[in-house]
């Protein structure tokens, strides 16, 4: 039930939260519950519980009642179906402003028959009209207040409300339902469910990628690290700017992402990136991201060089990377080290950098 509260409290268009529970529970409340009743995690949207009825639509009645009076468009959710996802409730809500009733369903995937009693069947579906209700369900005030006054005086026992609104003469619009929007009732629906949260727990992880690149130091050319050129007597050879820096923190992203490397999406060949600044394929690297759902957490890199001396500019570099990447500067680390002397790095005849990136999921 909590992740089903908490799929509505979290979405950005919703503006309270009316739970009805059974008495047993009431009188026992669990404790996120009773914590989220007044919890400014969630911008101190208020979360309500009241007492459900005998059937379904008796608890939505007593619910509704305590809707908040300005609030004009309702979703129904049933607390078993925890897989509701943000996308979902957003195309409710959009689809229950234009329409004024709507009901999350998802098409029959099965050949449909109905049977006699007498356990024959009697006639086949056709399958292409059939379409499975979920909820959330969603309702202008109006249409709801009409659907559960004629549940109520009518004597109609209805599985969901989109049935009583039916039957009060509103056109229900379908919408797009989900597969995992499962609603679990039975020991298989559980294994079921273990199945999506381990999914949704993978998909969710962080990734990392590791990047190196090193690029010879000749005279004539500038110095450029990180988007910046450092006054020294020498610079990096290669083409472009021959920003090992910039290079090396592109290959650890797109290696996060499993998006291949550099050379794949830049090649030297491709006249779309002659000119360009390594910035600009960082921040090129960045939208590869961005198009696969996910997005940078941190950098670290570290320059291996014997000189110039990096740290009064490091701030600089870290400042384009992390505009490049489109994140704040203190999730990006740049720092210096020599080779102390040692081999063609401590010759000072190229400069190697070492980068690895973290990224994740975009969190909506
Ligand atoms: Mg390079």
Not at 303 to 319: F, G, S, T, Y
């Amino acid at each position: 039930m909590q992740r089903s509260v908490d799929a509505f409290l979290n979405h950005a268009s919703v503006n309270e939260v009316v739970v009805a529970l059974p008495q047993s529970v009431m009188a026992n409340l669990p404790s996120y519950l009773a914590a989220a009743i007044d919890d400014p995690r969630h911008g101190g949207k208020p979360v309500k519980v009241v007492a459900g009825g005998e059937r379904r639509q008796d608890s939505v009645r007593n619910a509704f009642a305590a809707v908040d009076r300005h609030t004009d468009i309702v979703l129904v959710h049933d607390a078993a179906r925890p897989f509701v996802s943000s996308a979902l409730v957003s195309r409710m809500i959009a689809a229950t402003v234009e329409s004024g009733a709507a009901v999350a369903a998802v098409a029959a995937r099965d050949t449909v028959k109905q049977a006699s009693s007498t356990a024959y069947v009697s006639a086949t579906l056709p399958r292409e009209h059939i379409y499975l209700a979920q909820t959330p369900q969603g309702f202008r005030r109006s249409v709801l207040a009409d659907a559960l006054a004629l549940g109520a005086n009518a004597g109609i026992d209805a599985t969901d409300e989109a049935t009583l609104a039916e039957r009060a003469g509103y056109l229900v619009r379908i919408v797009d339902g989900e597969t995992t929007n499962i609603k679990i009732t039975t020991p298989d629906d559980m294994v079921l469910a273990e199945a999506i949260v381990r999914a949704g727990e993978a998909r969710d992880l962080p990734r990392v990628g590791i990047g190196y690149d090193l690029h010879r130091l000749v005279e004539g050319r500038p110095l450029i690290l990180g988007g910046v050129t450092i006054p020294f007597e020498r610079g990096l050879a290669g083409h472009s700017d021959a920003d090992a820096l910039c290079h090396a923190v592109t290959d650890a992203v797109l290696g996060a992402a499993g998006a291949g490397d550099i050379g794949r999406h830049f090649p030297d060949t491709d006249a779309r990136w002659k000119g360009a600044s390594s910035i600009d394929l960082l921040r090129r690297a960045a939208e590869v991201l961005a198009e696969r759902g996910l997005e940078v957490g941190n950098l670290d890199a570290t320059v291996i060089l014997e000189r110039p001396k990096l740290a009064p500019l490091v701030d600089v570099m870290r400042q384009n990377v992390a505009d490049a990447v489109g994140i704040s500067i203190e999730r990006v680390s740049i720092k210096g080290k020599t080779n102390e002397g040692v081999a063609e790095l401590g010759r000072g005849e190229a400069i190697a950098v070492h980068a690895i990136a973290m990224v994740r999921a975009i969190s909506h």
